[in-house]
């Protein structure tokens, strides 16, 4: 069972993994969309591995802040200090040098 925190109010979509199964055997659409939607998500996750391996702390925060500004002015400093693994601290002496 996974435990979910949302930052703001929003529609919540879960299903049973063998009734997905089911879902994408019977229809060869649906298949072809899952399996999009898994190599999004796999290219996402590799592009984010390959950023914490060759970038550092404040390459990754202009990349959050060029790709998703609206991230960086919604959230809690603590959540996306998280999100970039870094420390709070850290990005507020990232934030200063970047606003000077």
């Known amino acids: ?25 019977s229809t060869t659409r649906i298949t072809q969309l899952f399996l999009k939607f898994y190599e999004h998500l796999y290219m996402v996750g590799t592009v984010r591995q390959l950023s914490f391996i060759f970038d550092n702390a404040e390459q990754r925060y202009l990349k959050l802040l060029t790709e998703r500004p609206k991230v960086i002015a919604s959230d809690p400093q603590q959540f996306i200090a998280s ?18």
């Open 1 to 25: 069972m996974l435990n979910h925190q949302f930052l703001e109010d929003g529609e919540y979509l879960s299903a049973n993994f063998d009734n997905v199964v089911a879902l994408g055997e």
């Open 83 to 100: 999100y970039l693994g870094i420390k709070r601290e850290t990005l507020s002496r990232i934030r200063k040098k970047i606003v000077l």
